[in-house]
């Protein structure tokens, strides 16, 4: 079973992972896909009013960003 990772935080450029602000940044997991996918989804709504916050699902091969 893969791992899977959801990494939140604001971002310069909300589209692009790369851009998040490091003093922003936190990762959650491991947890299923779904487990992530559900998680990633009550972040982005908790965070809705933040448009440079971003919750993205990452699988444990790509957690370095």
Do not use: C
Request: zero cysteines; charged letters at 30%; a negative charge.
């Amino acid at each position: 079973m893969e791992n899977y990772y959801v990494i939140e935080g604001e971002h310069a450029d909300p589209n692009d992972i790369k851009s998040i602000k490091e003093d922003t940044k936190n990762e959650h997991g491991p947890f299923s896909k779904d487990k992530a996918e559900d998680f990633a989804k009550s972040l982005i709504q908790k965070n809705i009013d933040n448009f440079y916050h971003r919750a993205w699902v990452v699988d444990s091969n790509n957690l370095t960003i």
